[in-house]
């Protein structure tokens, strides 16, 4: 697609319940990205793929977050046991790698969670 | 992990005033971006500044990376409602992840 494509946009859930955010990138972008913003803080880094592989995965809080991205393309966040401190925007974004010089993200809107 | 500091963390200001909002660290930077993200929208980049000293300019922004290419000021002349947003900083160190800034907000007030 034109963009970086997200949903649900909102999700709502209940503490301990399981949720799935979806991310669909930029057609030909290999890396993929997952972000967590909380209200007024910047973007906090949890995970990203290079292809199909988790390059880098530093940022996961706890072993309750997993991400999958089986094909390269779509990637789906997954968190387990929800707690209300999970409730946060999470971005995903998209890039090009392998060229020189600086890597530019193409960042979707976002799905805004609620744990209540 | 380099750690950026952005400054101010919140700012308010009347349409027609000007501002610098800062982004520092103590690490040297090969290149350095700036993303704006309104509410409701993911962060979208502004400019990437890659040369000590180097300034660039976007309509009525000016970037500056400093000397040293530790530290950037994105300056705002005459500031509109549409410069809302929340203003981020991050190292564009080659195929790692971005870190961002905590990000300055900029409320800009008709």
């Known amino acids: 697609g034109a963009g970086v494509s997200q949903t649900p946009s909102n999700k709502v859930t209940e503490k301990g319940k399981y949720v799935e955010l979806r991310c669909d990138p930029i057609?030909?972008?290999?890396?993929l990205y997952w972000y967590r913003q909380s209200l007024g803080q910047g973007p906090e880094f949890l995970i990203y793929f290079q292809g199909t592989g988790a390059a880098d995965d530093s940022g996961l809080p706890n072993d309750r977050f997993f991400a999958v991205r089986p094909e390269g393309s779509v990637s789906t966040l997954k968190i387990q046991r929800t707690e209300r401190g999970d409730s946060a925007v999470y971005l995903c974004?998209?890039?090009?790698?392998?060229?020189?010089?600086?890597?530019?993200?193409?960042f979707g809107a976002g799905s805004r969670l609620t744990v209540l | 992990t380099q750690l950026l500091e952005q400054s101010p963390q919140f700012l308010s200001i009347q349409e027609g005033e000007n501002l610098t909002v800062y982004c520092n660290s103590s690490?040297?930077?090969?290149?350095l971006q700036w993303y704006r993200q309104e509410p409701g929208e993911g962060p979208v980049l502004l400019v990437t500044v890659v040369t000590g000293g180097e300034v660039k300019k976007l309509k009525r922004l000016t970037f500056q990376f400093g000397d040293a290419r530790k530290d950037s000021s994105l300056h705002i002349t005459a500031a509109q409602p549409g410069d809302t947003g929340l203003y981020l900083c991050a190292p564009g160190e080659g195929n790692t992840p971005l870190v961002f800034g905590k990000g300055t907000r900029l409320s800009v007030i008709a």
């Open positions: 057609s030909g972008h290999t890396a």
């Open positions: 690490s040297v930077f090969s290149s």
């Open positions: 974004a998209s890039s090009l790698l392998g060229g020189t010089g600086a890597n530019v993200l193409t």
